[in-house]
């Protein structure tokens, strides 16, 4: 048989890693609140569920939006053969109009540099053929989302080089780590075209400040190198002190914009990872033409752009989704974060995101990645739960590990959450303070007592135990 080529056989989609076996464990046996309580629950996948009873009724009441139906019918025509790959103008104009108000509406964007992607996934790549050649590289601050090792990297050639962020700082990105990985890449002889950031940043869920953003742009406007800034979770922030998105800040200093490139995407902020809407906004002419002749590759379905469209454009909808979707995600990360302490497990703080970036340091038998790895296989073959180990955002202090809160209902949750608990319990006591201990009973009573402080109405997880390959799901 003829060979296949190098990017074919080669490991470049990162499928073979360790991180995976937590996927394996749970796709061997899921859990189900009746069915399979004994199961492996997902923690691991970054999906915004809390709102989907507003979507619905939203859907309930525009049946004109989805077009294979009575009242769409009449739009289905026309909207099967649009090919355009610019995108319906409705479509672009709802996106930016979407990406405004998620900002607060304290920038503008244009409809005209907004190019479709494949969902965030497609428009990484994207940028990273239009900047980068085979061999060049570009920094990235730890700890990172591990789907860049593949969407930026594996069918480019590009390299991603990391800027280490310690924990003693809260993950900070600071000038000199900044200069220390520019130094590194230099060293090793690799031109660096650009710095990828992610903010609010997955795994942390905390967002970057004004004087960081600030320090970024003048960092790599110095260096004449790119800018990508991956804001996926603009909408997710939920609490104090506000989004600041690199739109704002390049409005506020000195920068050459041609440098400047926004990802967006729908995966997260309205939950639809499924539609595959993901954005490349480019403040740069070239970027966006060459960008958008590459988007035939990975264009959105005409039939999803007249959905978000029309979906996007009801302002009214829109402002109550954004309102709405943070009092969820506040209510869940509050009750989460509070059950965590109950039984002594710490957080970075956060007020951003879908997942918390969970410290279980001083469960760790030594200081080294190796007993991360075996407190994470406890957790998922014992405690049944598939949270992802630090390691595999490539943090560089062993013992974090980020867990998913958004992604499954109420009840789920609270097993879940039950598990940990017995888990500390038995195996650490002494990380529960004694007069914790003694009160654990009344402990119990008052859990359910403020649950009702914290639950989302009636949410129903979607996750029947589907099987699902590890290889779809990397993105998460
Ligand atoms: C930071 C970040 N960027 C990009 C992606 C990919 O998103 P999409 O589903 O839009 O391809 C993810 C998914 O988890 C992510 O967390």
Known sequence: MAGMSKIATGNGHGENSAYFDGWKAFEKNPFHLTDRRDGVIQMGLAENLLCFDFIGKWLMEHPEASLCNGEGVSKFKETALFQ????????????????????????????????????????????????????????????????????????????????????????????????????????????????????????????????????????????????????????????????????????????????????????????????????????????????????????????????????????????????????????????????????????LKSNAGLFIWMDLRKLLKEKTFEAEMDLWQVIIHEVKLNVSPGSSFHCHEPGWFRVCFANMDDNTMDVALSRIRTFMLNNNEAVVPPNKLCRRSSLKLSFSRRKDDFMSPGIMSPHSPLPQSPLVRTRT
């Open 84 to 347: 355009d790959y610019h995108g319906m103008p409705e479509f672009r104009r709802a996106v930016a109009n979407f990406m405004a108000k998620v900002r607060g509406d304290r920038v503008e964007f244009d409809p005209d540099r907004i190019v479709m992607s494949g969902g965030a996934t497609g428009a990484h790549e994207m940028v990273a053929f239009c900047l980068a050649d085979p061999g060049e590289a570009i920094l990235v601050p730890t700890p990172y989302y591990p789907g860049f090792d593949r969407d930026l990297r594996w069918r480019t050639g590009v390299e991603l080089v990391p800027v280490i962020c310690e924990s003693s700082n809260n993950f900070k990105i600071t000038r000199n780590a900044l200069e220390a990985a520019y130094g590194k890449a230099q060293e090793a002889n690799l031109r660096v075209k650009g710095l990828l950031i992610t903010n609010p940043s997955n795994p942390l869920g905390t967002i970057l400040d004004r004087e960081t953003l600030k320090s970024i742009v003048s960092f790599i406007n110095e260096k004449n190198i790119h800018l990508i800034g991956d804001e996926i979770y603009a909408a997710t922030v939920f609490m104090e002190p506000e989004f600041v998105s690199i739109s704002e800040i390049i409005e506020e200093v000195e920068c050459n914009r041609d440098l400047i490139h926004i990802v967006y995407s729908l995966s997260k902020d309205m939950g639809f990872p499924g539609f595959r809407v993901g954005i490349v906004y480019s403040y740069n002419d070239a970027v966006v033409s060459c960008a958008r002749k590459m988007s035939s590759f990975g264009l959105v379905s005409s039939q999803t752009q007249h959905l978000i469209a029309s979906m996007l454009s009801d302002d009214g909808f829109v402002d109550n989704f954004i309102v709405k979707s943070k009092e969820q995600l506040l209510k869940r990360h509050k009750y989460f974060t509070w059950r965590l302490s109950q039984v002594g497990i710490g957080s």
